[in-house]
């Protein structure tokens, strides 16, 4: 089975369950969590059922393509069920079994994992799974996001494409996986790791993007105040990636960089505040 | 009657799974206890995914006697024994006839009344009642909620089985019927199947693959580790912590033996077994303390038939160990003093500044540390120590294991051929973590240890970081019970008052608060601290309290008095001691400072005890400056009988000035020299309770 069969068998296993399938945001993120299809469908009381490929990027995680299981860029399968079901963990291993996985042969575990985003103000409750010891999806029950109790609440699986690929495959390198038949994940991302990898860690303009963190930031100051919250949602979202890429870059010290979060986390309060606050009254 | 409770959830932190089964076997004990419903059998048991109570309750109540009290006897019967309208109300109201009334004795006076027997309801009826509202009740370090539901549990509540019996106990919890029936391995055996009794409930379990008890998963566990080592005649490397998250992390234990090439073999050990723990949470497997090319895990199934779990985690931990190795050439590419600089830019404290500054300040106390516990042989090594102890906090081992932070550092300055005397302060500087770990087994590993964890105690206390109950975001209490554990481990003698001066001293103008409130403030948490080791080594807290009435500032002379104090508790002589100890304190309150002036004693009860005094006070001094305060207070106990003749024959409070003065300035000698040893006047003795 090739990346994009599991793609393929994922996108009709959740179309099923009543998952309406959403294309992946057009900005950069570093989680599916923060795209706008999770973050502000999360702070609602509305039931929201969603699944969607995003790919996510962490500029330290750059290795040159010579790593063969670090990526700088990586493939997220993102599923968000609201409010949750009381049966999602069957479900979701079910799913597991629609990928042909046999799993009274292996081992599957649910590990105690809660996770947490400082920067958009979100935690949870949940597991990594892991299947014979490799963590495959990150399951989260959220309890916050934005700053705020969310309610109901909903679950998300995040599954970790290339992961769950080189388990299906049994391959020990992320280059050698199928994308598809005849295409490898080589063809297609190592010259990206590559370049992508000097750019973070070299090439990067420091300036520049300073500069950008500041601009994108005013901007979102001054989108909140014209209650324009999407648009000013995705210059958040610009400034977390030229955060992430000053941070690749060595250019933030310890100090700064809870400061530089902060700031992030404030303005996004802002938007989830004013939100769930328009919601409401609607 | 049979009681049998399962609470299935989802996967449950073996830490909370803990915290509720002891919470359980408590809240049913006391909850049927004050229902009178009696208890023959209680117990708790579980698994990741299962909260179990088992008992044996009485079937109904037990029956109460309730006395109803009417009006006052002489109101309700004439002179003559005949009953008058209020007797005959009374009865009526309460449906008996007159011939019924009893006489009953209060403390103010004799009334009519009558005993009724209260029969017990059934215990079921209660128990409906009481179980919903106990499964509520529980509290977990973090809880959560899930659904529409605003109940908080650990995580999602799945069934709950409750028999009573043999029956279902039905009650309804948050949307949740009680059931019946529960169901098997969540892979294996997901059906459901109806119990009966805990007999049935545990057999059935076991033969889908749940193995309900923890003592039997453990065992299990145990079994199979020998089985697969015995060929290999190698060992497990021991770990506690592991072994007992497993147990409650799977349903049924399946252990497995791994290989991973040997060229990662040159990993220290440190480092190979936390690659295999963190994540994966594989045993290291080793032949007289060398790692060999093996692992051990635990799955969560009854086979592994097809050798496919062992594969996979082969596979993921080569790539673990791929990591390791790069992290661990990487780093030692530059000298760990090269890398110490690069602390500059790691925050230890917004306000207390960087690591660098903390080095430094390391540096200066350990140098005082070393002159006060004459170790100035080893003074060198050690702010050489105390300068790259933190550096490992910028490896890239440490960024992706945080738990080898100080081994790690030890581990590189031995590889870049450090003195072993630094390298092994590096590696030992962090323990104990917490009082169940061990202390260094160096001295300079001690020293450098309690400077550091002094080092922020006294910086974070001095920035206004209040430590409370539910708040302690630097370990602050995990620090002080290290430094308290080194110092009675190592059995350490300073004034810890000038150690607090010191780092007081060294932080200089950082600190926000006045240096006496810091000060302050640092006494009081460590007596607290110091408390809790000795109750928890199981002192008698009025014993700890007189031992601390002689002062902490030798914090290992304080422990050696709760010591002698329990020695000799039973002595027959300890008892007296006390009470002649609480009298004359008793006698010497609000008195000011008297002096001796030995010409003034001319009775001959006074002048006895002036001189066994004197005697004692001789011989005692060396005992109670060397620490050997069992022997101090053995001479004491000879002070008892001229004390006793003198109180007997000597009226202390005499009526001339000077004379009176004269014996209460020798009563508060005997009090002074006393309290070097304990104050004996906060010993409880018995009748006094």
Redesign the interface.
Known sequence: MSIQDLVINLQKFWADQGCYLAQPYDLEVGAGTMTPDTFFRVLDKRSWKVAYVQPARRPKDGRYGE???RVQKHFQYQVIIK????DI??VY?DSLVSLGIA??????????D?WESPTIGAWG?G?QV??????ITQFT?F?QAGGIDV???P?EMTYGLERLEM?LE?K?NIYDLNWSADTSYRDLRLQEEREFSDYNFNQASVDTLQKSFLLYEKEASRLIQKDLLLPAYDMCLKCSHFFNLLDSRGAI???ERVKMIARIRALVNQIAQKYTAREASA | MEFLLEINTEEMPPSHVKTALEQLREKFASELSSSNISVSELRTIGTCRRLVVVGDFAQSQEDREEVIIGPPKAVAFAPDNTPTPAAKGFAKAQGVSVDELQVIKTEKGEYIGIKKIKKGKPAKDILVGIVPQIILSLSFPKMMRWGESSMKFSRPMKNILCLFGERLLSFELEGLSSADSTSGHRLHFPQKMKVKSFREYKEALKEKKVVVEEEERRKMILAQIEKKLAPLKAELFPDEELLERLTYDVEYPYVFLGSFPEEYLHLPLEVLSTAMKEGQKLFSVVKERKQLPYFLGVADTYRDSRSLIQKGNERVLRARLEDARFFWEHDLKRSLKDRASGLKKVLFQEKLGTYEDKSQRLKKIVAYLCDKIEAAKIKKELIQAAELCKADLVTEMVREFPSLQGKIGGLYAKEKCCPQLVSQAIYEHYQPVGLEDESPSSLAGAILSIADKMDSIVGVVGVGIQITGSSDPFGLRRNAHGVCKIILDKKLCFSFSRLLDKVLDIYGEKLERPKEEIKEYCLDFFLNRLRYIYEKKGYRYDLINAAFGAGIDNVYFSFLRVKALDGLKTSPQFEPLILMAKRVNNILRDQPLYKINPDLFFEKEERDLYSAFSIIKENACPMISKGDFSQAQKIFFRIQSSLNNFFDRVLVMAEGKKIRQNRLALLQAISKLLFQIADYSQIVVEGEK
């Open positions: 790593n063969p299981h409010p949750s079901l009381p963990q069957q291993i799993l009274e042969d292996h081992d599957l575990r649910f590990d105690e809660d409750v597991w892991l299947l014979d010891g490799l963590e029950y309890q309610s109901p609440v679950v388990f049994g020990d010290s310890v100090t």
